[in-house]
C-alpha cells in the first residue's frame, strides 16, 4: 500500500484510508475525497507543489502534505 | 417576516442564484452574533415579503473553518423557514451530503439541482421527480446563470413558505459516525436509482484548456501575461477616469463650491473645502478602480482561471505561510492596495486571509509611484533614476517576504488547503456587473466615516492654531513634527518632511500637494527647492519610509472593513511604521558612513 504521495502524473489509485482526524476526513469526504473512490493524478505544478487531481466529476488541488495522508491501493487494470 | 437561506457548497452558482432572485437591490446584512456581512434582500414571494439571505458556501455543516462556523451559527441563533439548496448537477453525488444534514434538523429544504446544462453536456442525467420523492422535497432542475427553472423553483418555494410548520428546527449536533454510514449509504441509494451517468466522463474543453494553462513551462509565463494585461487594463482604463474625476472636483471647488463660500469665516470654508470636501473626493477617487477591479476579478474567478493560478503559484507562496491566491491579490495591490484587500475574500480561511491582508499594503501601488516618480526626478540624473525606483520595487517585494516569513507562525494557517479547479465557464455579465455594484457599496458604506473623520484629524493638525500659516512649523503638525524630531532625526527627515508624511497618511496622492503648501512653492520651483535643501540619501530615506509606512487612509480602512478586528489593524499599522524606521535608519546611517 502507498499513499497518494507515491503516484506519478496520470497514475490512478483505489482510496483505502483517510489517516487523519475525523473533522479532516469529514471535510476530504465533502469534497469528494472518500474511501473507495478512484483518483487520478492529472498532474504536478512544479517546484514540488500541489497536485491536481480528480474523483469522479471533482478535480481538486492539494498540497503534498495531505497526500501523504491519503493512503490508497493501486488500480485494477 | 419569514426568512429563506440560500445553502451550498462552494462553485455551484449560489451567487449566480442570488443576484438572480434579488435584483438590484441586495444590501450587506447584519446579524447579531455573525461577524461577516452577508448578503440579504427582502423580496416578494407568495404574496408575502420574504426576506432572502445568501450563507457562505461551505462543505460540511460540521466543520470549523470559518464559514462553516456562521453557518452553524446562523442556523442555531436565526430562524430559518426554508432553505434553498443549492447543488451543482454534475456533482450531485458528493453534494448531497449537505443536504441531508439540512434535512435531519427539520429545515423545511428546497433542492435547487443547478448547472443543469453542465450536467446534461456531460451526459450525466438526473431523475428529479423520483430524487424528489425518495428525499420529500421538491427538486428543481435549474440554471440560474441562463435563468432556465426559475419559475418553477419560485413557485415551489412559495408554495412552502406559506405552510405552517409542524417540526421544530433543531440545533446543530456533531454527527456520530454511525450517521455519516447511514447517510453513505442513504446517498449511494439516492443515486443508483435516480441518476445515470456516461461511461466516459470527459469535460474535453477543460481538459484542453488546462493543458495550456498548466503547461509546466508555458503555464507561468501566460499566467504573468495574463496578470499584466489585467493590471493594463484597470490601471490604462482607471488612471484617465480618475484624473478627470479629480479635474472635475477641482473645477467644482474652485468654480462653484469657493465663490458660495467667499463670504463665511476663513477656518470654516477650509474645513467644508480642506476638510470635508477633501475627504468625500478621496473617497470618490477609489470608485472606478474598485468598479474596473471588481469587474475583471469576477470574470478571472467565475472563469476558474483563479484557481488554475492558485495551483501555479502555490508552491512558492507555501513557503511564507501564504497560498497561491494571496498571490494574485498582492501582485493586484501593486495597483492598488484597496480594491486587492477586498479581494482577499475569496480566501475562505482566517489566517491566511489575515496574513495575506497583512501584507498587502507593502505592495507598491500606483499612487506611491506618482510620489517617488516626482521626487526622483527632482533629485537624480536619468541615469540613476530608474535604478532608484527599481531598487524600492525590489525592496517592496522584500518587505513583503519578510513580513510573512516573521508573522506566519502568528497567523498560522490551520486549514488544509484543498482548492476546487472547477471546469472552465464562462462568466455572465449580469452577475459580473452585480458583483462590482454590490463592492463598491460596501466599500463606500464602510469607508466613508472613517476616511472623512482621519480627513479632518489631519486638516486640524495642519489648520490650528488659526493665526498660523497653514502646515508651518508653528502649526500643531509642525510642532508634532518637531516634537518628533529625536525620532526622525536620525533616518534624515527633516520636520518639514515630517508633515508631508503626516499628509501621506490620507492618501499618496497629496504629498506633492502638501510639499507645495509647506515649501510655500509649486511645480519645477518646488522640485528645484527640495534639490537644494534636500539631499540625496535624505531623499531615498524618506522614500523608503514612505512606500513602507502605510499606503493610506483608505487602505487602513478597508483593512477594518474586512478583518472586523480592530487590533489587527493596529498590530498591522504598527509593524509597518516600525519597519519603514528600521530600513530606513539602516539605509541612512550606512549612506552616511560611507559617504564621509
Not at chain 2, 433 to 439: Q, V
Not at chain 2, 465 to 478: F, H, N, R, T
Amino acid at each position: 500500500m502507498t499513499t497518494l504521495l507515491e503516484l506519478s502524473e496520470g497514475q490512478t489509485g483505489i482510496i483505502h484510508k483517510l489517516n487523519m482526524d475525523r473533522l479532516l476526513i469529514q471535510r476530504l469526504n465533502a469534497m469528494g475525497i472518500r474511501r473507495g473512490k478512484k483518483i487520478t493524478v492529472l498532474r504536478k505544478a512544479q517546484f514540488k507543489g500541489p497536485f491536481h487531481i480528480m474523483i469522479d466529476t471533482t478535480e481538486l488541488m492539494i498540497r503534498e502534505h495531505e497526500a501523504s495522508l491519503i493512503k490508497i491501493t493501486p488500480h485494477p487494470l | 417576516m419569514k426568512r429563506i437561506a440560500l445553502l451550498g457548497m462552494p462553485n455551484t452558482g449560489k451567487s449566480t442564484l442570488f443576484n438572480r432572485l434579488s435584483g438590484s437591490s441586495a444590501r450587506v446584512g447584519n446579524w447579531p452574533g455573525i461577524t461577516v456581512d452577508l448578503h440579504a434582500v427582502k423580496t416578494l414571494l407568495g404574496g408575502h415579503m420574504v426576506e432572502l439571505v445568501d450563507l457562505p458556501g461551505i462543505y460540511d455543516l460540521q466543520g470549523l473553518s470559518e464559514d462553516e462556523k456562521i453557518v452553524q451559527s446562523f442556523i442555531n441563533k436565526h430562524r430559518i423557514d426554508l432553505a434553498i439548496v443549492v447543488l451543482c448537477s454534475a456533482q450531485i453525488e458528493r453534494q448531497l451530503s449537505l443536504l441531508l444534514q439540512l434535512q435531519k434538523l427539520h429545515i423545511p429544504c428546497v433542492l435547487a439541482l443547478n448547472m443543469h446544462d453542465e450536467a446534461k453536456k456531460m451526459g450525466i442525467t438526473i431523475n428529479e421527480k423520483l430524487l424528489a420523492k425518495t428525499l420529500k422535497m421538491p427538486v428543481v432542475k435549474m440554471s440560474a446563470k441562463y435563468g432556465e427553472g426559475m419559475p418553477e423553483l419560485l413557485k415551489v418555494c412559495a408554495e412552502l413558505i406559506n405552510q405552517k410548520i409542524t417540526t421544530p428546527v433543531k440545533k446543530i449536533k456533531p454527527l456520530k459516525t454511525s450517521d455519516q454510514v447511514s447517510n453513505e449509504k442513504t446517498i449511494q441509494h439516492l443515486i443508483k436509482a435516480s441518476v445515470k451517468y456516461p461511461i466516459q466522463l470527459n469535460d474535453k474543453n477543460t481538459k484542453k484548456l488546462d493543458a495550456l494553462f498548466l503547461d509546466p513551462y508555458w503555464g507561468l509565463p501566460i499566467f504573468f501575461f495574463i496578470v499584466f494585461s489585467i493590471f493594463q487594463f484597470i490601471f490604462t482604463l482607471g488612471k484617465p477616469i480618475q484624473d478627470l474625476m479629480t479635474q472635475f472636483f477641482n473645477y467644482f471647488r474652485v468654480d462653484f463650491l469657493e465663490p458660495l463660500f467667499i463670504n463665511h469665516h476663513g477656518i470654516f470654508q477650509s474645513l467644508l473645502l480642506d476638510g470635508l470636501y477633501l475627504g468625500v473626493t478621496t473617497v470618490a477617487a477609489f470608485v472606478p478602480i474598485i468598479i474596473l477591479f471588481f469587474l475583471i476579478m469576477s470574470v478571472v474567478e467565475d472563469s476558474g482561471y483563479f484557481s488554475r493560478a492558485a495551483f501555479m503559484m502555490d508552491a512558492l507562496m507555501e513557503k511564507i505561510g501564504l497560498d497561491g491566491r494571496g498571490f494574485v491579490m498582492m501582485l493586484m495591490g501593486f495597483g492598488c492596495n484597496v480594491p486587492a484587500l477586498m479581494g482577499t475574500k475569496i480566501m475562505r480561511t482566517k489566517e491566511l486571509r489575515l496574513l495575506t491582508m497583512f501584507v498587502i499594503p507593502f505592495s507598491l501601488c500606483s499612487a506611491r509611484l506618482q510620489v517617488f516618480l516626482f521626487i526622483i526626478t527632482a533629485l537624480f540624473s536619468a541615469k540613476y533614476g530608474p535604478l532608484v525606483l527599481f531598487c524600492l520595487y525590489l525592496l517592496s517585494f522584500f518587505t513583503i517576504f519578510i513580513s510573512a516569513l516573521i508573522f506566519k507562525h502568528q497567523f498560522k494557517n490551520k486549514e488544509p488547503i484543498i482548492i476546487e479547479l472547477p471546469p472552465y465557464r464562462f462568466p455572465t455579465m449580469n452577475h459580473i456587473i452585480k458583483r462590482s455594484m454590490l463592492e463598491i457599496k460596501h466599500f463606500l458604506t464602510r469607508a466613508t466615516k472613517f476616511i472623512i473623520i482621519g480627513v479632518l484629524l489631519v486638516w486640524a493638525l495642519t489648520h490650528f492654531p488659526a493665526d498660523v500659516p497653514i502646515a508651518s512649523e508653528l502649526s500643531y503638525s509642525g510642532q508634532l513634527g518637531k516634537w518628533l524630531s529625536p525620532i526622525f532625526h536620525p533616518i534624515g527627515i527633516n520636520e518639514q518632511l515630517v508633515i508631508a508624511l503626516i499628509f501621506g497618511f490620507i492618501a499618496k496622492e497629496i504629498v506633492i500637494g502638501a510639499l507645495a503648501v509647506i515649501y510655500g512653492v509649486e511645480g519645477t520651483a518646488l522640485a528645484h527647492h527640495l534639490y537644494t535643501n534636500v539631499s540625496q540619501i535624505q531623499a531615498i530615506s524618506f522614500m523608503i519610509f514612505t512606500l513602507i509606512y502605510t499606503p493610506c487612509l483608505s487602505t487602513i480602512a478597508t483593512l477594518k472593513n474586512e478583518s472586523k478586528n480592530l487590533s489587527f489593524v493596529i498590530y498591522s499599522v504598527s509593524w509597518a511604521l516600525l519597519l519603514a524606521w528600521v530600513f530606513s535608519f539602516i539605509f541612512y546611517q550606512t549612506s552616511l558612513y560611507f559617504s564621509t
